[in-house]
């Protein structure tokens, strides 16, 4: 069974780190159950594995964590649900790529429980809005923006790092890097599309959605029909 927490306040980001790296531990050793946490972090920066010291624009503004996920930069703070995953891949088919398609899968199923309707681009990682309200791009096509960031990484085929949902941060701080090296999109957040949602509802709606895509006692459904 699934162990869900909802940590409380702003998470310190290094104790946290490291307290979930002790749980995937645990987890591997089979004397722990897999985990998900619900939290939020103090504004600060991330560098993923390929992140490139170019995209950090402005290194002197919050504190830079080099971590040992995949991806970019990404900006981490108040308002921004931040989705730790600590699941057995091991036991769920040891396939990565099946692995990502879940995550991103499950959050376009939780973005449908507010009638907004998540996409994935190829090139680009994340999960993307189209934005009516706003003009289109110079070629005609509709414009997007991000407002989820998947970042994982494995140890003994457990899983750890996670996902980030924009419910309502301050969209100013992500302009102190350039988000997951993609510098020709926005961000937004559920609250700036004019969604009312509040953390307690998107995390109702993370746990509603997460057993169409993590079945209880292992396996995975990358393409669930949502």
Sequence with gaps: MTEWTTLPGLSPYAETLAAMEARVEAIHRGTAPEAVWLLEHPPLYTAGTSAKVADLVQPDRFPVFDVGRGGQYTYHGPGQRVVYCMLDVGNRGRDVRCFVRALENWVIATLAEFNLRGEIRPGRVGVWVTRPDRAPNPDGTPNEAKIAAIGVKLRRWVSFHGISI????DLS?????VPC??????VTSLVDLGLPVTMADLDAALMATFPKFFPEGGGLNPSCAI
């Design 166 to 169: 924009n419910v309502e941060p």
């Design 173 to 177: 701080h992500f302009s102190g890097i």
């Design 181 to 186: 090296g993609i510098s020709d999109y926005g």
